[in-house]
C-alpha cells in the first residue's frame, strides 16, 4: 500500500540554526501538508500546499517557516533559526481527495 | 477561533465490548468530520470519515454525526486490546464555500482495552 514517507525520523539541532524536514508525499496525491505535535499535545496544521503554492496556512507557520516542492516528488519543510519550542513530531500528509489526510510516519525535531 | 473537544480519558473497555468515543465541535460551519487511531509515538492513522447526519458503519467501526448538536461519534464493536489507542477527532470546514484546507483537531481520548 502505498504510504507517505519522511526522512529523517529524528533531527537534533542546535537553536538557531536551520532544518530541514523532507517528505515524499503518494505519488498521485496533489494536496501535501505539514503538521506538527508538540510532546503531549493536540496535532496543529501548519500549512497545505497545492499546485506550487501555499494554499493555506496556520498562525504558526509564521516567516520561520517556509515549504517547497523542489522537484515534483519531494515536499520539504525549512525551520530557520530553530527556537527551542519548534521541538515537536513534525508530519507530513498528502491525499488526492480533499479534506481527509494520510500523514506519514513523522519526524522528531529536538531543539538543543 | 475553532476548538474541538474530547475527553482524554484514560475510557478503560473490557475486551469484546463496545467502546464509545464523543467528540463536540465549536464552529457551525464544519462540514467533514475525522476520527484517527494514533498509537504512543507513532502518526495519526485514518480510521473514518463522515460528512453527513446519521451513522456510518465500517467493519467493527461506526461513526455518528449529529450536526444540530455538534456532536459526533465512533463505536468500537468487539474491542480488542490492539485497538488500545488515542483516538483523535478532527474537523474540517472546506466544503462550506471557500472553506480551509487543514484539520482541526482535538486532543484525542486515550483507549484502553482491558483483556
Known amino acids: 500500500e502505498p504510504e507517505v514517507t519522511q526522512t529523517p525520523s529524528h533531527q537534533v539541532t542546535q537553536m538557531g540554526q536551520e532544518v530541514i524536514l523532507r517528505c515524499v508525499p503518494i505519488s498521485n496525491h496533489l494536496y501535501f501538508y505539514w503538521y506538527r505535535q508538540i510532546l503531549g499535545q493536540k496535532v496543529e496544521f501548519l500549512v497545505s500546499f497545492y499546485n506550487n503554492e501555499i494554499s493555506e496556512k496556520s498562525e504558526i507557520f509564521d516567516d520561520q517557516f517556509s515549504v517547497e516542492r523542489p522537484d515534483g516528488s519531494n515536499f520539504t519543510l525549512k525551520i530557520r533559526s530553530t527556537k527551542l519550542e519548534d521541538s515537536a513530531m513534525y508530519f507530513c500528509?498528502?491525499?488526492?481527495?480533499?479534506?481527509?489526510?494520510?500523514f506519514g510516519q513523522g519526524t522528531r525535531l529536538t531543539v538543543v | 477561533q475553532k476548538e474541538v473537544e474530547q475527553n482524554s480519558g484514560p475510557l478503560s473497555v473490557p475486551e469484546g465490548a463496545i467502546a464509545s468515543l464523543n467528540c463536540t465541535y465549536s464552529?457551525?460551519?464544519?462540514?467533514?468530520f475525522f476520527w484517527y487511531r494514533q498509537y504512543s509515538g507513532k502518526s495519526p492513522e485514518l480510521i473514518m470519515s463522515?460528512?453527513?447526519?446519521g451513522d456510518k458503519e465500517d467493519g467493527r467501526f461506526t461513526a455518528q454525526l449529529n450536526k444540530a448538536s455538534q456532536y459526533v461519534s465512533l463505536l468500537i464493536r468487539d474491542s480488542q486490546p490492539s485497538d488500545s489507542a488515542t483516538y483523535l477527532c478532527a474537523v474540517n470546514d472546506l466544503y462550506s464555500g471557500g472553506g480551509a484546507d487543514g484539520l482541526t483537531f482535538g486532543k484525542g481520548t486515550h483507549l484502553i482495552i482491558q483483556p
Open positions: 464552529d457551525r460551519v464544519s462540514q467533514s
Open positions: 500528509a498528502s491525499n488526492l481527495d480533499r479534506p481527509k489526510a494520510f
Open positions: 463522515i460528512y453527513s447526519n
